[in-house]
Nanobody, 123 residues
Framework: QVQLVESGGGLVQAGGSLRLSCAAS????????LGWYRQAPGKEREFVAA????????SYRDSLKGRFTISRDDAKNTVYLQMNSLKPEDTAIYYC????????????????WGQGTQVAVSS
């Protein structure tokens, strides 16, 4: 069974940075795409970024390009989300996602999810 455990959330001032981690376990992720989604209070969950485990191709939400960077560490089976120049509107619960799919495919019913980590950005 795939397990995804997020960490690294917290409270930060606007303009600051955070790095989220997602430790993945339970199987080999060769054919997987791992990604990050977020859900702000009262809003739908939205795509943030994704990375293909093999080959490392990436995809980003257009509005976040240049501020957020997704990466992976094969040895640690961990995916990271580096978030810079944070804004109050980045406040949300950030969820790690994993699925066997193309990098262009959004969340699907067979995907695995972590429990989420809270990010709060104060103005």
């Amino acid at each position: 069974q795939v397990q995804l455990v997020e960490s690294g959330g917290g409270l930060v001032q606007a303009g600051g940075s955070l790095r989220l981690s997602c430790a993945a376990s339970g199987r080999t992720f060769t054919n997987y795409v791992l990604g990050w989604y977020r859900q702000a209070p009262g809003k739908e969950r939205e795509f943030v970024a994704a990375i293909r485990w093999s080959g490392g191709g990436t995809s980003y939400r257009d509005s976040l390009k240049g501020r957020f960077t997704i990466s992976r560490d094969d040895a640690k089976n961990t995916v990271y989300l580096q978030m810079n120049s944070l804004k109050p509107e980045d406040t949300a619960i950030y969820y790690c996602n994993a699925g066997v799919k193309s990098i262009a495919t959004m969340a699907s019913p067979n995907d695995y999810w972590g429990q989420g980590t809270q990010v709060a950005v104060s103005s």
